[in-house]
């Protein structure tokens, strides 16, 4: 006997190749399992940076009003700026 159950009823039972399907209602619920063994620390997150601009990958040297954050492979930073130069925008069909 073969017996598949998902969340949801109805339950399916397969008997010798045969297929049924009953309307059951299965209660999965029950005592909670122990608790596991607290894993490592991870890293440290920044350190509460109030500005974007303190960030060191981002040189706001640039900036102003209307300006994006750009990213540079050449420098390896977000830059700010106002023109799209290397971008592909896809706009879609209308």
């Known amino acids: 006997m073969k017996v598949t159950v998902n969340q949801q009823t109805p339950v399916s ?3 010798g190749g045969s297929q049924k399907v009953l ?3 299965v209660d999965a619920t029950g ?3 122990p608790q596991g063994v607290p894993g490592e620390q ?3 997150g920044a350190n509460g940076l109030a500005l974007l601009s303190q960030a060191q990958d ?3 040297t640039n ?3 209307g300006a994006l954050l ?3 492979e050449q420098s390896g ?3 700010a700026g106002t023109m799209l130069e290397s971008q592909y925008i896809e706009g879609g069909h209308f």
């Open 63 to 65: 900036i102003t009003d």
């Open 77 to 79: 930073k977000w830059e």
């Open 42 to 44: 991870g890293p440290a």
């Open 23 to 25: 309307n059951a209602t």
């Open 31 to 33: 005592p909670q399992g």
């Open 13 to 15: 039972v397969s008997v």
């Open 70 to 72: 750009i990213f540079s």
């Open 58 to 60: 981002v040189d706001v």
